[in-house]
């Protein structure tokens, strides 16, 4: 806590407001030898805050690699990276959850949780799809054109909503078009994978589980060879809809 305080408000590791010319989005990059730097456009509101915790999670998986590892091995994967991250947001989520009792806060906290859940366990799976399905038509010498994408995506949406929700179909099927994560193959999966083993880990962290915090630094623990971490998740996602219905009913 007290590196992740003296990068933030001492060493400049954030670039946080937006600016003329500052492009959109958020990431963590840096190189042994330099800080693990974060550029974010932040608006005083929970995403923004979830959007830091995110990178900052980042921010310190690099940093304590960088510290603990050869250089030879002070990189790591884009799965374990998302690890990281998204444990972080659970953290704060957990804490947030229980400082502040106050019902709007609490509605407002669920609200950018779930929009998180949405992009990492719906729309990254769903883009997961569409890329493998797109790879194996191209593998079999078959042609795709863009109408092709938008088609195929705009059905696996209407497979993922079903009946309860309506959408444009053109809209939704350019979704394909707005992601630059598919320009790296086979990545999308991961956010969902990451997210999975993060809130994993995070439930006896904030249980206050005895050597949890050691055990995440270290060996981490998590077996997604099984379905464990994802059904642990969706129970999350369960709780929060069942702590929703409370705060609005």
Known sequence: MNILRKGCLEQRWIDVYPNQGKRQGAFSFGWQGTYPFIMTS?????????????????????????????????????????????????????YLRNAQPDPDFQIALIEEAMNNFHRYFFIMPTLA???????????????????????????????????????????SGI??????????????????????????????????????????LKIAGVDMATPAAVEATFKVLGDMVDRLEKLVG
């Open 42 to 94: 932040y608006h005083d509101e929970l995403e923004s805050m979830s959007t830091v915790a995110h990178e900052l999670g980042h921010s310190m998986h690099s940093y304590l690699t960088w510290k603990n590892q050869p250089f030879i091995y002070a990189d790591y994967s884009l799965f374990v990276a998302e690890v990281a991250s998204n444990f972080n947001q659970a953290m704060v989520r957990g």
């Open 129 to 171: 799809r569409f890329e493998l399905e797109i790879h194996t038509r191209i593998e079999k010498g078959d042609g795709v054109t863009a109408d092709d994408m938008i088609t195929l995506m705009a059905d696996l949406f209407a497979e993922g909503y079903g009946d309860a929700m309506s959408y444009k179909r053109e809209q």
């Open 175 to 216: 979704t394909w078009a707005q992601f630059g994560h598919l320009f790296s193959n086979y990545y999308v999966f991961q956010y969902a994978t990451g997210i999975s083993a993060a809130h994993e880990l995070s439930a006896p962290n904030l249980a206050g589980t005895p050597g949890a915090a050691d055990n995440y």
